[in-house]
């Protein structure tokens, strides 16, 4: 048998067991940074064991957050075999011992142990574009819910600090709001002609809407001023608009360069062909799909989405209903949910939108309803993609 490393991975460290043939274990566990030094020790060993036993070794490892990323960077740059195991899979694989021991060392050894019993499969590759694409996805996902919870905060502290002020523009916090608010926080906010334009509304709306926009202001501005108000509550709600607006900033950024990366990607241009999939939306599910090819079949794709219905049935018993098993990726599954919401409203998606109301009108619940069509539509979107064809409504 060949020789094979089994990689604990922890944050900024890992253990490692070497192992000539299985259970013939090279040395003792080793703990390694993931600094350049340790990174170092990983290669010395790799040629250690390949100078011992004149096989070309290979390691196995979890797949631990994004923490075994750096070992599967330096991995690669050495040109070293590796599979990347599914926590699942190693965490059953543990559970088949008699003795309940758990220490990195024991994880190590189940990992080799795993790839000597052919328990380890290769795992998927990913194209260098969507893992881009992936991260900035990700990003935009994080930031947007921060900008929600500040939204909410600000909308409070605005209540009790700037009554009034939620009727002077459309949008309460577009990019012109927000720098009038600021200005008005700040003090005596001066000419409000002035201000408004200075937010950048100037260039793209007439006179006249600036004008009924100061009027408007100016009506707030001197109820504001007879009110008594917290000095604190202030602070807090200048604090809030100037997040907000370093949010959007933020937003703006990543949403230019996901534009940048989702152009290069045709399977982006075919998942905007479905009704209800806009831009970013469709950069979010191609990122988390990633190549279509590795599926067999859509069945392995609604499996990866976590989508497939758990089974349980023991003896003469079996359950008659049963619930998704949401083992695989969570994003893949909102943004799977958001695209059917956004399909059946309005009956944007024509296909979609039929298959809910037949469903509904079985007496279906909702939320049991949507997960259907998240099936449903994850069966299309691997037809779109393995083809290579637009949809077809």
């Not at 100078?51 to 330096?74: F, I, N, Q, S």
């Not at 994880?107 to 000597?116: I, N």
């Not at 539509?377 to 637009?390: E, G, T």
Request: aromatic letters at 8%.
């Amino acid at each position: 048998m060949e020789p094979v490393i089994g990689v604990d991975v922890a944050k900024g460290f890992s253990v490692l067991q070497a192992f000539t043939r299985r259970n013939e274990p090279y040395g003792r566990a080793e703990s390694l940074s993931h600094e350049e030094h340790g990174l170092e020790r990983l290669g010395e060993l790799l040629a250690e064991l390949q100078e011992t036993t004149k096989c070309t070794p290979v390691v196995v490892l979890e797949a631990t957050g994004h923490y075994h990323r750096v070992l599967v960077a330096y991995l690669e740059r050495g040109g070293w075999r590796y599979f990347i195991v599914n926590p699942l899979q190693s965490k059953r694989a543990k559970g088949t011992q008699l003795r309940k021991v758990k220490t990195d060392a024991a994880d190590a050894w189940h990992l080799a142990d795993m790839y000597y019993r052919g328990d380890v499969t290769p795992h998927r590759i990913w194209d260098e574009a969507f893992t881009e694409l992936q991260h900035v996805t990700r990003q935009h996902e994080f930031v947007t819910g921060m900008f929600v919870q500040a939204k909410l905060n600000t909308r409070a502290l605005l209540d009790q600090v700037f009554p009034g002020y939620e009727k002077v523009f459309r949008d309460l916090f577009s990019v012109t709001s927000l720098k009038v608010l600021a200005r008005c926080l700040e003090g005596e906010p001066g000419d409000l002609h002035q201000i408004i334009e200075n937010s950048g509304a100037g260039k793209s709306r007439s006179k006249r809407w600036v004008q009924e926009k100061a009027e408007r202001l100016q009506e707030v501005l001197t109820h504001w001023k007879k009110q008594r108000r917290s000095s604190s509550q202030s602070v807090a709600l200048h604090g809030m608009v100037s997040l907000l607006l370093q949010f959007s900033e933020q937003l703006s950024t990543l949403e230019k360069q996901m534009e940048k990366m989702a152009s290069s990607l045709h399977e982006v241009e075919l998942m905007k062909s479905i009704p209800g999939v806009g831009d970013k939306l469709a950069a979010a599910l191609v990122a988390e799909i990633g190549d279509v090819g590795q599926f067999q079949n859509p069945k392995q794709l609604v499996a990866f989405a976590g989508l497939d219905p758990g089974i349980f049935s023991s003896g003469k018993f079996k359950a008659t209903s049963s619930k998704i098993t949401k083992r695989g990726s969570k994003r893949l599954r909102r943004a799977l949910y958001l695209a059917v919401q956004c399909g059946i409203r309005g009956s944007i998606n024509r296909k979609l939108r039929d298959y809910y109301d037949r469903k509904r009108k079985e007496g279906k619940a909702y939320k049991v309803v949507v997960i259907a069509c998240a099936n449903k539509l994850l069966h299309h979107i691997f037809a779109i993609l393995s083809k290579n064809q637009p949809y077809n409504p």
